[in-house]
């Protein structure tokens, strides 16, 4: 752990303002998620450009989940489960 913290500092400032980092992390993901959501009926009418939108819309909207679940992963053990284990252990 401390040749971790000796090669990343960072890692203690994103440890004490844990709030802070979940807090903005999940603006951005709440704000991505209003774009896509915004811009999914905004492709072009040429259908090889149509395709292409929708392709890409597709493997964003993946991107997008997949980010939510890691955040969501995050959370749970930031606030969830570390705080319930040491409940149990003291």
């Known amino acids: 752990m401390a040749s971790l913290v000796s090669a990343a500092p960072f890692l203690v400032w994103l440890t ?6 979940f807090g903005f992390s999940l603006a ?10 915004r811009g999914s009926r905004q492709c072009p009418s040429d ?7 929708v392709r890409a819309r597709r493997w964003n ?10 955040w969501g992963i995050g959370f749970f053990a930031a606030y969830l489960l570390l705080p319930l284990r040491r409940l149990l252990e003291g």
């Open 16 to 21: 004490k303002h844990k709030v802070w980092v």
């Open 28 to 37: 951005m993901l709440v704000f991505s998620g209003w774009l896509l959501r």
């Open 47 to 53: 259908p090889a450009l149509a395709a292409a939108c």
């Open 61 to 70: 909207l993946r991107i997008w989940r997949a980010a939510v679940a890691i």
